[in-house]
């Protein structure tokens, strides 16, 4: 009977040791252990953003929108509150700027906060950073409508412009006919003149400048008139307000079309039978399906690391830099092991300060990274590779930054030059600290690591 009853505890002891395991795995795959920090942005429009939409830090995974405030007024401005994984803060600076971005055309929209320069201090905990409005349709097809409406009114200034310069030319020319009659007929002073013996030479010199410069005239208004001919028969101004009736026509078919639109989008997205909207119902879907997807998640993680199961996915490979922390890459078989192919470079050779502050490669520091790709062979390419950036920094979150920075720098270049899947290309700041077992306590550059499946 004890026998049986010490069995019985013993079944207890471990099933609760397994229980308290399973909230500690589930709440870390939440990263709900985890240490954050809250910053904050303003928007007039959210653009789909809503609460629990994703947090991206320059391109990875770093958060989720906690909070949003509804202002009071129409002048007011939605004050969205933002989750961000405190491994990630070094990035954020005072000058950060938050955008609305989409997956794809049609995808989930998502908050980016774009990393801010070296100089620029790291924004500390419940700051508010700048955001940068969305560019929606209708801003767009109003501002063509205003091109459209500013080119119809040039139009018509010009023709008027033109209308005015042919009557003043031809004002001109009557006048210099009447002239031209009255020296002929003998009337006025000028008239007389042309009688004196003394001044005929002169006179007649004159008349035949003057006859010249009218003949000029009258080809000058013979082309004018044809250049109006010309205008008057092609219908040139007729067909200026033919097209620019056409343009205001397919205008307001356009403002049709897109009140049509608006009303069929009030329609769908208006409550049901039951009173409730279709946004509720698609945030309803939402929700579940994120609650199914987080439930099939936490069932696949506790398979990875079952005792029947985790053979099988360590043999596979499983491991994504995005959810790796730099401790737990530190500490991974497959990224920290000896067997692993490695370069060391230091950052003295490969980087240098460019003429706006951050860093930049250096011709002999692409020389040395061509030559660790080629150390490698050509087996390389069909291998995924890491590259792990090193900074001795001062403080750790600059120490960070620039860890990160660098390991950016080499991955564009090498993605840029040699023929590797770019999906198959990761960086890893690890600020100073190289796992343990390689023969390095601490270092300042990059790492390539080819990581080979065991």
């Known amino acids: ?61 770093a958060g989720q929108v906690t909070r949003i405030e509804v202002p009071r007024s129409p002048s007011g401005h939605f004050r969205v509150q933002m989750k961000v994984d405190e491994q990630l803060h070094g990035l954020v600076r005072t000058d950060s700027v938050v955008t609305v971005d ?64 042919l009557d003043g030319i031809n004002g001109a020319v009557g006048n210099v006919n009447d002239l031209l009659l009255g020296l002929k007929e003998g009337r006025g002073p000028a008239g007389m003149i042309l009688r004196d013996e003394k001044m005929a030479d002169q006179v007649r010199e004159t008349m035949s400048n003057v006859q010249s410069t009218t003949s000029n005239l009258n080809q000058a208004s013979g082309r004018v008139n044809v250049l109006v001919a010309n205008i008057q028969q092609r219908d040139l101004p007729q067909k200026l307000d033919d097209t620019m009736t056409r343009i205001r026509s397919a205008s307001t078919r356009a403002d049709e079309t897109i009140q049509k639109v608006q009303q069929s989008l009030a329609q769908a997205l208006g409550p049901d039978a039951n009173g409730v909207t279709a946004g509720q119902n698609v945030s309803e879907a939402l929700a579940n399906a994120n609650v199914a997807t987080g439930n099939m998640a936490e069932d696949t993680e506790a398979l990875k690391h079952n005792f029947f199961f985790k053979g099988f996915f360590n043999h596979r490979g499983y491991y994504t830099l995005a959810s790796l922390s730099p401790e737990e890459y530190r500490h991974t078989k497959l990224f920290g092991s000896t067997q692993s192919p490695r370069v060391w470079l ?89 796992p343990p077992g390689l023969g390095h306590d601490g270092w300042s550059g990059i790492c390539i690591v080819v990581a080979e499946k065991k």
């Open 346 to 434: 230091q950052a003295d050779t490969l980087f240098r300060h460019g003429p706006h502050g951050p860093e930049e490669l250096t011709p002999n520091g692409k020389h040395a990274i061509d030559a660790a790709v080629a150390s490698f062979g050509n087996p390389i390419f069909t291998h995924p590779i890491v590259i792990e950036g090193y900074s001795d920094a001062a403080t750790p979150a600059d120490a960070l930054s620039w860890s990160y920075a660098r390991a950016q720098l080499v991955r564009n270049y090498v993605d840029a030059r040699y023929p590797f899947t770019t999906k198959n290309i990761g960086v890893m700041p690890l600020s100073a600290t190289p």
């Open 1 to 61: 009977m004890s026998r049986r009853y010490l069995g019985v505890g013993i079944f207890i002891i471990v099933g609760l040791v397994l229980f308290a395991l399973g909230i500690f795995l589930v709440g870390s795959r939440h990263e709900a252990f985890s240490r954050h920090v809250l910053l904050y942005t303003e928007f007039t429009d959210l653009d789909g953003i809503a609460k629990g939409s994703k947090v991206q830090v320059s391109g990875m995974d």
């Open 102 to 165: 989409t997956e794809g055309v049609v995808g989930n929209t998502f908050l980016t906060i774009h990393s801010g320069s070296l100089n620029a201090a790291i924004a500390q905990a419940g700051s508010v950073l700048q955001s940068k409005p969305p560019v929606t349709m209708s801003d767009l097809l109003s501002h063509g409508l205003g091109i459209m409406n500013d080119a119809d009114a040039t139009i018509k200034q010009v023709g008027g412009k033109l209308n005015v310069a």
